[in-house]
């Protein structure tokens, strides 16, 4: 079992920044996948980013050149820097964490935005 812990979310206002965090606790192994991704209400759940623990990244288009992920290997922690937030950012987003057919997902955190 692996246990996501998120944090950072809020609310903000448009051309704001926030940072989350998903700490990962457990049977971890050292090959995985972790990654964010969001729900908004009334649409399916999306991937925004994802980063392999070799450091490679995929983003969603929408928000690559404003969102960074990243990932402390040591701490089992990932991390979602978000710049220059649009309202149309807003919705619940989700820690992921895959390793082979395993499949973990955080509680999920609300990100609102202001216009």
């Known amino acids: 079992q692996v246990q996501l812990v998120e944090s950072g979310g809020g609310l903000v206002q448009a051309g704001g920044s926030l940072r989350l965090s998903c700490a990962a606790s457990?049977?971890?192994?050292?090959?995985?996948?972790m990654g964010w991704y969001r729900q908004a209400p009334g649409k399916q759940r999306e991937l925004v980013a994802v980063?392999?623990?070799?450091?490679?990244?995929n983003y969603k288009d929408s928000v690559k050149g404003r969102f960074t992920i990243s990932r402390d290997n040591a701490k089992n922690t990932v991390y979602l820097q978000m710049n220059s937030l649009k309202p149309e950012d807003t919705a619940v987003y989700y820690c992921?964490?895959?390793?082979?057919?395993?499949?973990?997902w955080g509680q999920g955190t609300q990100v609102t935005v202001s216009s």
């Open positions: 980063i392999t623990s070799g450091g490679i990244t």
């Open positions: 457990g049977s971890i192994f050292s090959i995985n996948h």
């Open positions: 992921n964490y895959k390793y082979s057919a395993y499949d973990y």
